[in-house]
């Protein structure tokens, strides 16, 4: 089957006149773009959208969460309705980018290691925000065909847990109690589909800092020292061997090193080395097994190259399982299966090795959440590619996927896409 996307997409009360605001929305996402902040740096963002929420009529709070900004509104559609909160997430990687794009970043910042590093949005993140605010904008546009209240939230650090710092700084008091939560994050996949799945859709994350301690000398005499390079070496190499000998085939775990720093001279042996890990699992007990074999080696390793000091192994963010309510996964897919037609809602046969922290919204208010996934690349990169194979085979080499240096979504038709499938969604519980 070869993808293909919908040309026209049903008008409802609460999509009417998008049309005429998806211009404006099309710059909107092009400031963004070329505009990225690091996680807990998003001030430049977090002050466009506050605005832009005040100019439509919302509630707003800022600096929830240090950067996170929040908007109520009630629907005056007359009679009560249900709390919707719909969640968008702000920051941009450490990645130089290499679209090519006219709105390219070429911004930089200070890293929480206090390195200057290239900025992008090579995630999403500033379509996540511009189909929120497209979604504000209609809500706002049109409170007397609704319900309720919608709790938008503009969320800080998505890559470093900015979900649980909210939380701590008194989310659950501050507004109004959401009696479901709703997100999605678009995938490098044909505009106009929509993926997700009941129960676990996303991996759990947890990340190690860990320092290696070696004996520096010249490079001449090796012999003399103890070599952390090659200990760090040793180290990626057999960690691979973690999933590959230690997990079943019928479960699901992923182990990184994304991040290798050590010395500052070709003829001089450092003294340390230091890796940054990345793991993914889908079960707690998966978790724990990987975990554990994971300092197991590392630990190893460092006795086995005669390690003058035992190795730091220190946790950074995690992430659990993002887990998505069994029955309202299935009033989503229905209500958006109607807008888009059932074949462009894809139920996913496992969760992804992504991870998320979506996820804490729902699990600290006690109330079912869902995340979708939609896509934002070209169809005609997919032609005689169908769904199907996608599942069955991963996407082609040739398509930059989330985090990639080329990452782009285009932005016509997805920005209509992305506000279409919020409204979809939350028009569910606030009619």
């Not at 890796?275 to 990987?290: F, M, Q, Y």
């Amino acid at each position: 089957m070869t993808a293909t996307t919908p040309t026209t997409l049903p008008v409802t009360a609460l999509t009417t006149g998008l049309a005429e605001r998806l211009p404006g929305l099309r710059a909107l996402y092009e400031d963004l773009h070329a505009h990225p902040e690091l996680s807990f740096q998003e001030v430049r963002t977090a002050g466009v959208v506050a605005g832009l929420l005040r100019e439509q009529g919302w509630e707003v709070t800022e600096g929830v969460g240090g950067t996170g900004v929040v908007g109520v509104l009630t629907g005056l559609a007359g009679g009560d309705g249900p709390v919707v909160l719909l969640r968008a997430d702000m920051d941009a990687l450490p990645v130089e980018e290499k679209t090519g794009l006219p709105y390219a970043s070429t911004a930089t910042a200070v890293d929480r290691d206090g390195n200057q590093v290239p900025v992008m949005h090579a995630c999403g993140h500033d379509v996540h925000v511009t189909c929120l605010l497209g979604a504000t904008a209609q809500l706002a546009a049109h409170r007397e065909h609704w319900n309720g209240t919608v709790v938008a939230v503009f969320q800080p650090a998505e890559e470093v847990g900015g979900a649980g710092v909210m939380i701590e700084d008194g989310f659950l008091d501050r507004f109004p109690r959401a009696d479901v939560c709703l997100a999605q994050h678009v995938m490098p996949a044909p505009v106009g589909f929509v993926a997700t799945r009941p129960g676990p859709l996303m991996s759990a994350s947890d990340s190690l800092r860990v320092r290696l301690y070696g004996r520096g000398g010249h490079g001449s005499a090796p012999e003399l020292t103890v070599d952390p390079v090659v200990m760090a070496a040793a180290v990626v190499m057999r960690l691979q061997t973690v999933v590959s000998r230690e997990v079943a085939g019928t479960q699901t775990a992923v182990v990184t090193v994304g991040s290798i720093q050590a010395g500052t001279k070709e003829n001089i042996i450092p003294e340390t080395a230091e890796l940054l890990v990345n793991i993914r699992s889908t079960t707690p007990a998966v978790r724990e097994k990987v975990l554990a074999a994971v300092e197991r080696v590392i630990r190893a390793e460092a006795a086995a190259s005669g390690a003058p000091k035992d190795p730091e192994i220190t946790c950074l963010p995690s992430f659990p399982v993002t887990v998505n309510d069994p029955e309202t996964t299935a009033v989503v897919s229905t209500v958006l299966g109607e807008a888009l037609g059932e074949a462009m809602v894809v139920t996913l046969p496992q969760p992804f090795t992504g991870s998320e922290d979506f996820g804490l919204f729902g699990t600290a208010l006690g109330v079912p959440s869902v995340m979708w996934h939609f896509g934002g690349t070209d169809p005609a990169l997919f032609q005689d590619i169908g769904p199907d194979d996608v599942l069955e085979n991963g996407l082609p080499a040739s398509i930059p996927t989330n985090h990639s240096p080329h990452y782009a979504p285009v932005p016509d038709p997805t920005i209509r896409f992305g506000v279409t499938t919020l409204l979809t969604a939350a028009e569910h519980w606030l009619r």
